[in-house]
């Protein structure tokens, strides 16, 4: 099956730098890949994600690069603000089974 | 729509205590999914059911969970007995289209088993 690995387990940026997350899927017939942010005490929720079909995308301050043939696909954000603090997860899909795979998740903290 | 909608919110009880746990999926969604989430194993999926049949059961972690669905408007998550390791947040999620889709996360039910 899909196995999903995510790097750093844990970033600590200032308020204004870039974060990156990183992670690798292993299956090639794999075509979708979210990202989700989880703050404290809620629910997953979907912050952007890339078609196999796409490089990259972009969506204000977040933006998602996708690389097939090494199997690997980053979270990039910019000037980032207390408010993204969070958790981050990845996933892919479309591969066997029709379900989600996650990554491990990112602790993300920006701090002032 | 409300959103994907589970009760309860909190559940605490006693080991040896029979678990249930419900979810409403967003009206329209053919795939289900219960997840569990921890400190030790992030998030891990238990079970998916797509049109209400139960495709994937691989994740449960024991004959002491079941899960069913039996309309597409709602399903539950059975633990008996529980145990203090079951302790965590179960999230149900729904989506479109399975694996290629947005899946819509539930608020979680916080389960401690003392």
């Known amino acids: 099956g899909e196995n999903v690995e995510q790097h750093p387990s844990t970033l600590s940026v200032q308020e204004g730098d870039s974060a990156v997350i990183k992670c690798t899927y292993s299956?090639?017939?794999?075509?979708?890949f979210p990202w989700y942010k989880q703050e404290l005490g809620k629910r997953p929720q979907l912050i952007i994600d890339?078609?196999?079909?796409?490089g990259e995308k972009k969506d204000q301050r977040i933006a998602v690069t996708l690389n097939k043939t090494a199997k690997h696909f980053s979270l990039h954000i910019t000037e980032t603000q207390p408010e993204d603090s969070a958790v981050y997860f990845c996933a892919a899909g479309g591969g066997g089974g029709n379900k989600l795979t996650f990554g491990t998740g990112t602790q993300l903290k920006v701090e002032l | 729509d409300a959103g994907v909608i589970q009760s309860p919110r909190h559940e605490v009880t006693e080991m040896g205590q029979e678990v249930t746990l419900r979810c409403k999926p967003i009206s329209g969604h053919d795939y289900l999914f219960w997840y569990r989430q921890t400190m030790m194993r992030g998030l891990e999926l238990l079970i998916y059911?797509?049109?209400?049949?139960?495709?994937?059961d691989s994740g449960m972690p024991e004959d002491r969970f079941s899960a069913k669905m039996p309309n597409a408007s709602f399903s539950t998550l059975k633990i008996q007995p529980s145990e203090p390791r079951d302790s965590a947040v179960y999230f149900c999620?729904?989506?479109?289209?399975?694996?290629?889709?947005?899946?819509?996360f539930g608020p979680g039910t916080r389960l401690t088993v003392t």
């Open positions: 890339i078609r196999s079909n796409v």
């Open positions: 299956d090639s017939a794999s075509n979708y």
């Open positions: 059911f797509n049109n209400n049949v139960p495709i994937d």
């Open positions: 999620a729904s989506s479109l289209r399975g694996g290629i889709d947005e899946q819509y």
